[in-house]
């Protein structure tokens, strides 16, 4: 999802490198504000017990599910953060009033008590993704665990898994029409994460150029 928010927390877009595990720990005591943000997963799916096995069955161990944070103040987040770089910093500015082009989300990633969080900075007029990062919460403050900044990428959460799109473009593309992406699944590790798999896309023909014509037969 992509989108402006206010000075506060944020709703919150892809080629680029990521640069995991970097170790810049900020004060939580600046992270939480209120306001609006996209919601966070994190919570785990089970499904419903029948009545006749719950009586007969051992309880099972309890899986206890991660929590949702307060809304995160993103702007202020990132701009606190030593492992962002200047130039990204220079770029989050507000493009209406005091909305700026941040994209927020929730989910549990780093298999926390709390859920981590991931924050796109985006362009203005494109909504390109200049940066993406995810934190998470470590003794009271959140802790960078992802950066990735090479324009465009932009960084979800999918089942458990973060998921990072990098668009790649051909010589002579323009920023609204790229050629094809790289989508680039990494896992949480030891202390880190990852990367699982990738996957390439061709984003193929433009819509209406001329088919090359049938040969006379």
């Not at 051909?170 to 790229?178: C, L, N, T």
Request: hydrophobic share 35%; net charge negative.
């Amino acid at each position: 999802m992509r989108g402006l928010t206010g000075a506060g927390p944020t709703r919150a877009r892809s080629t680029a490198r990521a640069a995991s595990t970097a170790t810049a720990v900020l004060a939580a005591a600046v992270l939480f504000a209120a306001g609006c943000g996209t919601g966070g997963t994190g919570a785990r799916d089970e499904g419903p017990a029948h009545a006749d096995s719950v009586a007969s069955a051992p309880a099972a161990a309890s899986v206890q599910p991660s929590r949702t944070p307060d809304r995160v103040d993103a702007v202020r987040l990132i701009k606190a953060d030593p492992a962002v770089s200047a130039e990204v910093k220079r770029e989050l500015k507000p493009c209406v009033a005091d909305e700026y082009p941040v994209d927020v989300s929730y989910g549990n990633l780093t298999r926390g008590a709390v859920d981590d969080v991931v924050v796109n900075v985006l362009t203005c007029g494109d909504a390109v993704g200049v940066g993406s990062y995810v934190y998470r919460e470590q003794g009271g403050a959140y802790v960078n665990v992802f950066s990735a900044e090479e324009p465009p990428v932009y960084a979800e959460i999918d089942r458990g898994d973060l998921v990072v799109t990098k668009q790649v473009y051909d010589r002579g593309d323009p920023v609204s029409s790229p050629s094809g992406e790289n989508v680039i699944t990494y896992r949480w590790g030891p202390g880190r994460f990852a990367e699982e798999y990738r996957t390439h896309n061709d984003y193929g023909q433009v819509a209406g150029t001329e088919p090359t014509p049938m040969p006379a037969g």
